[in-house]
């Protein structure tokens, strides 16, 4: 309810009132509201009286004069006491009795129990303190009068256990066990939405990842941003996102020729003819089974064929066989794309004329010294981009720059690109681009993944054992798996340096955190698959008859707890674009489950308790199923 001083001894400042005989006052006077009269008294300082305003009126009379404020609080003629605030600090009326309740109607609404807490646009929090009967506000937002906006909810007495103010701004909601155990009956009864969000008009993203070269095998450093950015994909997904996966595959260029002239000096030696490897060309030994390949299907067609139609041809080659190789890995990696992407097909789109001429028309193009530059300076980069070079030939900024304009023309909302840390310097000019484009920067997010370093134990390992040669993401699985190699490549901030232990990865015991995770979920398959045998006779029912209420051992509500903030991490890591937070949540829930079933048998001769500690182990089961999922690795019914 809202209340004007019609004299202007409030110069005019709007009281909210908040609760009977509870006052919040950002003036010195404290006022006190009188139900039965519908009348709001007030103290008035300066002229020692206090003043009283009719609700019913609107008019404004002084109900007590020549009265003496003492320690800033006074008496009314019917004994009430009206009291100062001062600091804009909230006050109490003291009745000499308990603390009148909340029953007073503000804007509207009407207050009845302690459990009301008012949320404002603002993201102050107002509440009912039950020590008291009044309202407090977050700390250093007291005594202020600003409620034009605000919305209210009920927190149920069966759902809410209790609210403490923390200090340094915060208050603390203790959710209830009956909260607890109806979050668990709601995974339960829908497990596979279990931490998903709907939304309605979802943001359509997209994420470009990996986009290697097809000049050689996935690498360890390929492999981690396979892992990040596929399971970023599936984290976004399930937080209400709709996301596609790209592949920008650079199949044209300088690196293609070399790549074709080195596949040519591999395929001539196999027949015994002598032949080079171009100084910056490719050596690993990967390129003699693409020349045997090549030899298998052409023979020697090739090897008294003219130079730059036989290099033509072994680019195109070799080129289409390292890709089928790439494919087959990140099917392998569980690891699929919605798009790939050909430079080479794009290039022949004309896309990247009208990219530039657009541009050009907006002025942000120059030509100068023989070349063509981008003018990214007035877009906050540290210096100009040429476009194409003095010889005619574009640099690679310029189908990038053309190849973001199409991803925003396909009807993206938000562009997500994975680089590695070579592309650091990158994100300045392709930001400036994008602006220049005429598209929001935050629309644009670059992501850089950084490098991991290969041990063995504390054996550091080398990854390029000689010219050409690297450790490959095909080796990294042969080794590992494909769970370890996932989860470890996941595990860290994608800011953070990776020091990657295969002999840990490799290792069945709890120091594995992957193995620890996943033991979880193949020891609750243990637990169910034990259970004719260890309860014979028993008949478990459906999970919503389960008496979860019989859940209220500590170690089972902590449990219960991390149950429940599933969804949070769930959305929190797809906001954070972090994979790595689910990595920890479910770290945090194995330990969590393994000391809950150290503590406590789930099996026994109480058939009840058995039925709900079986629904604790199904939602754990489920949540932890759901995790794994979501970073690409599998959920293990045995270990």
């Known amino acids: 309810m809202s209340f004007v001083d019609k004299t202007g001894l409030l110069a005019g400042s709007e009281l909210e009132l908040l609760g009977d005989g509870s006052v919040l006052a950002e003036w010195a006077e404290g006022p006190v509201w009188l139900p039965e009269q519908a009348a709001l008294r007030y103290s008035d300082i300066p002229g020692n009286r206090i003043l009283q305003w009719s609700a019913a009126t609107g008019l404004v009379s002084v109900y007590r004069e020549g009265v003496e404020f003492t320690n800033g609080r006074t008496t009314g003629l019917e004994g009430e006491v009206i009291q100062c605030s001062h600091g804009n600090r909230w006050v109490e009326v003291d009745r000499g009795d308990e603390p009148a309740p909340l029953v007073s109607d503000w804007h509207g609404r009407r207050f009845n129990s302690p459990n009301d807490v008012i949320v404002k646009s603002d993201g102050t929090i107002w509440f009912s303190d039950p020590s008291y009967g009044i309202f407090r506000g977050r ?3 007291p005594g202020r009068l600003e409620y034009r906006d605000h919305w209210v909810f009920r927190l149920d007495p069966v759902t809410c256990e209790k609210i403490e103010v923390a200090g340094g701004g915060f208050i603390n909601i203790f959710l209830s066990p009956g909260a607890l155990h109806a979050q668990l009956a709601a995974l339960l009864a829908e497990p596979a939405r279990y931490g998903a969000t709907r939304r309605s008009g979802a943001p359509r993203v997209l994420i470009e990842f990996v986009s290697a070269n097809p000049t050689g095998p996935l690498t360890v450093a390929h492999g981690r941003q396979a892992a990040v950015g596929d399971s970023l994909a599936r984290i976004m997904e399930a937080a209400g996102f709709v996301v596609a996966r790209e592949y920008y595959l650079n199949d044209l260029g300088k690196q293609i020729r070399l790549l074709g002239a080195s596949a040519l000096a591999r395929y001539l030696e196999l027949f015994g003819r002598k032949a080079e490897v171009p100084e910056d060309g490719y050596r690993g030994g990967y390129m003699r089974g693409v020349a045997a390949r090549a030899k298998e299907r052409e023979g020697g067609r090739w090897l008294d064929a003219p130079g730059e139609e036989a290099v033509a041809f072994f680019s195109k080659f070799a080129a289409e066989d390292i890709l089928k190789g790439i494919v087959a890995d990140l099917d392998e990696f569980r690891v699929r794309f919605d798009h790939w992407t050909s430079e080479a097909e794009f290039s022949a789109t004309g896309k990247i004329e009208r990219c530039m001429e657009f541009l050009r028309g907006k002025g942000l193009i120059r030509d100068r010294e023989g070349a063509v530059w981008f003018e990214s300076t007035r877009f906050g980069d540290d210096k100009d981009r040429v476009l194409v070079k003095g010889d005619g030939s574009r640099t690679y900024f310029a189908p990038d720059i053309a190849y973001h304009r199409d991803k925003f023309e396909r009807g993206f909302d938000r562009v997500i690109d994975l680089w590695g840390p070579d592309h650091h310097g990158y994100i300045p000019r392709m930001s400036a681009a994008i602006r220049a484009l005429g598209h929001d920067e935050g629309r644009f997010t670059p992501i850089i993944v950084q490098l991991t370093t290969l041990f063995r134990g504390k054996e550091k390992l080398s990854m390029s054992t000689r010219a ?24 860290m901030r ?3 340096h990776l020091n990657f232990d295969l002999a840990l990865a490799a290792k069945r015991s709890n120091d594995n955190p992957v193995y620890y995770v996943q033991y979880v979920h193949a020891r609750i398959c243990s637990i169910f698959k034990r259970l004719p045998e260890k309860l014979p006779g028993f008949s478990l029912p459906p999970w919503r008859e389960a ?6 051992e500590k170690e089972e509500l902590d449990l219960l707890r991390f149950i429940s903030d599933y969804p949070h991490a769930v959305s929190k890591a797809a906001e954070a674009l972090e994979p790595n937070m689910i990595c920890n949540y479910l770290e945090g829930l194995a330990a969590e489950f393994h000391r809950c079933y150290t503590e406590h048998t789930v099996i026994s001769a109480d058939a009840h308790l058995t039925a709900a500690r079986l629904a604790l182990a199904e939602g ?6 759901s995790g794994l999922g979501l970073l690409g690795v599998s959920a293990p019914d045995r270990m």
Do not use: C, K, M
């Open 494 to 496: 994608t800011d953070s």
């Open 547 to 552: 008496p979860l209420s019989l859940l209220r």
């Open 620 to 625: 754990v089961r489920s949540v932890v199923r």
């Open 139 to 141: 700390e250093g937002h």
């Open 468 to 491: 050409g040669e690297f450790v490959t993401l095909r080796e990294v699985i042969d080794e590992v798996g494909v769970d370890a190699a996932r989860y470890f490549f996941a595990r």
